[in-house]
């Protein structure tokens, strides 16, 4: 279980690596109304990386991971939320629309990118965590187990 959760971990990496990359896709990619290229951001954002870490917290739990670690793997989950939040704040209070955004929108919605880095930073967090319970360190003192 603990090294299925130290995967499912790996695999978030790779996707929130992507979801960056994605983005760029999408702002330098062509910017037609039906031949954009964001739609890879939009499903890696609201599919596979919800479900990859909705599965994160399972396997944190069914590895007996600690209620500390498995609340963290959940916060990716609250984190994608609020990038869909931030787009609904910055579309009431900074008002303009979708083609025409006002500054106050764009201030907003800039911190799309910053919480986009607050889920890089804690899936990388829980990475590192995953893979020292998966692969203990030989001769490493294993707290869990009295020393006899
Ligand atoms: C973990 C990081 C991120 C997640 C989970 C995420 C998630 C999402 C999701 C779900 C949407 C679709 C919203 C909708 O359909 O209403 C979206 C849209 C968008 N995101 Fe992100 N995002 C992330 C990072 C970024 C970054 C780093 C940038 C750019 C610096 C970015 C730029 C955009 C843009 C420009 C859109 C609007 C695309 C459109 O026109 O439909 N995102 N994001």
Redesign the pocket.
């Known amino acids: 279980m603990r090294k299925a959760y130290f995967v499912l971990t790996v695999l978030l990496l790779i996707s929130?690596v992507f979801?960056?990359y994605?983005?760029?896709l999408?702002?330098f990619g062509p910017q037609g109304e039906d031949d954009?290229l964001?739609g890879f951001?939009?499903v890696?954002?609201?599919i596979v990386?919800p479900v990859l870490s909705l599965l994160a917290v399972i396997f944190a739990a069914l590895a007996r991971a600690g209620a500390r670690t498995v609340w963290l793997t959940a916060l990716?989950i609250l984190?994608?939320a609020v990038?869909?939040l931030l787009?609904i704040i910055g579309g009431l209070v900074g008002g303009g629309d979708?083609d025409n955004p006002t500054v106050g929108t764009a201030v907003i919605?800039g911190l799309?990118?910053v919480?986009?880095?607050a889920?890089?930073g804690t899936i990388i967090t829980l990475m590192t965590r995953a893979r020292a319970r998966a692969f203990p360190k030989a001769g490493a003192v294993d707290e869990a187990r009295p020393a006899v």
Do not use: D, K
């Open positions: 929130v979801q960056f994605f983005a760029a999408g702002v954009n964001f951001h939009r890696n954002g609201s990386l990716p984190l994608i990038q869909y787009f979708e919605l799309h990118a919480n986009g880095l889920v890089l």
